[in-house]
DNA sequence: CGGAATCCTCTTCGATACTG
DNA sequence: CAGTATCGAAGAGGATTCCG
């Protein structure tokens, strides 16, 4: 059982030949914002098989850039979850996000959504410091089942799955509507006059979160 | 003939359709210093297969991130080049060398010596800017039978191929010895005195060159 | 000699079915 | 829910040949 490698001695060599395998880093970017169970990650990457999964977190695990671990009781699933040196790879991604949103596909209609993982990497992506300048606000996202934490505070942004801090506004809607949102295609008033987006809270602050990072290419 | 894609509206899985496909990365890390033909690439990339690269070039030709030209006479020879979207990726490359250094064979015994790609990429990647305050110098490198010209100016360090400006100080020496020298492994000043190293202009220049990326993992 | 195309083998991927 | 097992299809690697 060798590993394929670029066997040369080049840190981007060395680099590539872990994250560099198929799925490798899409399975990282879906843990960049928490841990995730086994089938989260199934739900996340479309197109995985099942075996592939599992060898790939065997060797991720192997390597030290993810963990697996039991949630405490009464969930007590197992989840996986980044290690220090998985988080370290996050500005490596959000530069290659950065660099292949241009290649996005014009809508969503040909291809899968965004996982939770891949709009939260969106976020951090594109998101501008300079338009939150005195932004300090935490917004908790709905996004069909699952809850994201944005948090805005001199000019940082950070993104975590789960609610466990007071936001300053909640916003409910399904994926297909925040990506619709997210990339301009469709207005913010108009998603709330059609009831397609629920705003707790000042309903400026919906504006004020899609302009923080809104995805101009 | 379709593509492999990960089928996602996400930025890095758009990235990774793209640049993902094995080899892809480390053909653009060749190019990034400027033009090379096919065989210094073949060179460059030990373990391509002919046809595999043939193959990649095409691909990233038709999406834009490459150019194939002529270069003007009497060289003619045909050469790759990167696009500005191609150079665009250099400072994803960077991160994820910087996060890759510390899977870094321990020594080049076991693997392939790094190509004058791989090295610019790695005098980048672990470049220091505060270490460069002050320092506004010109070095042209010699590996083997390889040219390198390094800037450094304002706290910015740029890596080109070939000699087009009045360098500060010239250093002749092989690739293997200047990896050693790189790492740390080998002190500057035996080099010089066993030979293994030759400068032209003031002796110091080298030291202050190696200070200014030392691959500190 | 540079720049590929062809053929063949081996590994990896992907889809589905199955199990603790 | 969290994985294994199986198997055909696709991709990678190596050698060789072709062409200007």
């Not at 990457?45 to 697996?68: C, D, F, H, V, Y």
């Not at 009781?73 to 490596?92: C, D, F, I, K, R």
């Not at 975590?160 to 997210?182: E, K, S, W």
Request: a negative charge; proline letters at 5%.
């Amino acid at each position: 059982m060798k590993k394929r490698s670029y066997n040369q001695f080049c840190a981007l060599a060395s680099a590539l030949d872990i994250i560099g395998e198929r799925w490798n880093l899409l399975i990282i970017r879906e843990l960049l914002t928490g841990p995730r169970r086994y089938t989260d990650l199934i739900d996340g990457l479309p197109g995985i098989s099942t075996n592939l999964l599992a060898e790939r977190l065997k060797e991720l695990e192997e390597l030290g850039i993810i963990r697996r671990c039991m949630l405490p009781p009464p969930a007590g699933s197992t989840v996986y979850q980044l290690t220090s040196l998985g988080q370290a790879l996050e500005t490596s991604m959000i530069e290659l996000g950065k660099w292949g949103s241009r290649f996005l596909p014009a809508s969503c209609d040909e291809v899968n959504l965004p996982s939770v993982g891949a709009i939260s990497l969106a976020i951090k992506a594109f998101f501008h410091p300079q338009t939150a300048q005195g932004i300090n606000e935490t917004y908790e996202l709905h996004l069909d089942q699952e809850v994201l934490q944005v948090n805005v505070s001199d000019g940082e942004i950070s993104v975590h799955q789960g609610q466990y801090r007071n936001p300053d506004a909640i916003f409910y809607t399904t994926m297909q509507v925040f990506v619709d949102l997210f990339t301009g295609q469709f207005d913010p008033d108009e998603a709330v006059a059609n009831d397609l987006l629920r705003i707790e809270g000042d309903p400026d602050t919906l504006k004020r979160f899609l302009r923080l990072s809104k995805a101009t290419v």
